[in-house]
């Protein structure tokens, strides 16, 4: 039993490779916390400064943990944009270099694929300026029911480019659980594919989202990609092709100005001990 509880073996990282990281050593981090401890708005004054703001904060943060009034903001009266910080101000130094890798979960059927910061940018815009036609935008809600598909990214980035707030729904959810989901968040637009695949099955989708939007009579449309060409069920009223709604787009689209305490996403709890509960993300909180 004694020789179980020996300590572990260290491996310590190449040094050519810790000069390069954030982090190079164990006394770095432990001061790098204890300064964010010590000193905490100085520090998150600090992390601020590595994003770019349309414009200036004037309070780090201001919060009340008083069970009676709780309130977290943080980063009063900056405006900012998450799609912006992810993708525009990386184009002029890093545009060429690869920003996202997709790996298939079948390479048989489809090819791993390089997307650069410009291609990125550029799918994320036409999709912004999709959304936009079809009338989303800032403060509308967005459910995204998609497989683990460069689509997926785009999609988000694009609810965050138009001021939109985004819900993802894990691709692995019952029908039910999907409308459980939309109603409570009042989504009047879901982003879904015609199927997944997982595990080298194939997830029926499109069919889980009509039978969800049986009690989801709010949703005005259906973003639908194009992933696997499975037949799928069609109603023209509110299906539309994801591949329909780019194409022609312009792949330039201007980021919705949001306040640093605008929502940016929902993202529920697995309701695995009652009710699924959705936590709001602020923009720059």
Excluded at 6 to 29: C, K, N
Excluded at 31 to 49: F, G, I, K, L
Excluded at 92 to 119: K, W
């Amino acid at each position: 039993m004694a020789d179980s509880l020996t300590a572990p073996t260290t491996y310590a990282p190449p040094a050519a490779f810790a000069a390069h990281a954030h982090v190079s050593s164990q006394a770095d981090y432990e001061a790098t916390h204890q300064r964010s401890v010590d000193d905490n708005e100085a520090y998150w004054r600090e992390q601020a400064d590595r994003i770019d703001w349309f414009e200036p904060f004037q309070t780090v943060k201001n919060v009340s943990y008083d069970p009676k009034n709780v309130s977290i903001k943080w980063y009063e009266g900056g405006k900012l944009n998450a799609s912006y910080n992810a993708l525009d101000r990386h184009l002029a130094t890093r545009g060429d270099q690869t920003a996202l890798l997709f790996e298939p979960d079948d390479p048989s059927t489809q090819e791993t694929r390089h997307l650069t910061y410009r291609d990125v940018y550029e799918h994320v815009c036409r999709l912004t300026n999709a959304l936009r036609a079809m009338g989303v935008k800032k403060g509308d809600r967005v459910t995204v029911y998609l497989p683990m598909i460069p689509e997926a990214a785009y999609t988000m980035l694009a609810c965050s480019r138009v001021g939109a707030i985004h819900s993802v729904v894990f691709a692995g959810f019952s029908p039910d659980s999907l409308a459980t989901r939309i109603l409570d968040c009042e989504s009047d637009f879901v982003v879904t594919a015609d199927q997944g695949r997982r595990g080298g099955r194939t997830v029926a989708l499109k069919q889980n989202v009509d039978k969800a939007l049986e009690q989801c009579p709010d949703v005005r449309h259906v973003l639908v990609v194009k992933n696997t060409g499975g037949d799928v069920a069609w109603n023209d009223a509110v299906d539309v092709w994801y591949h329909d709604a780019v194409d022609g787009q312009p792949a330039e689209a201007e980021p919705e100005v949001m306040d640093a305490e605008d929502p940016l996403f929902i993202l529920y709890t697995s309701g695995s001990t009652g009710k699924p509960k959705g936590v709001l993300h602020t923009t720059g909180g």
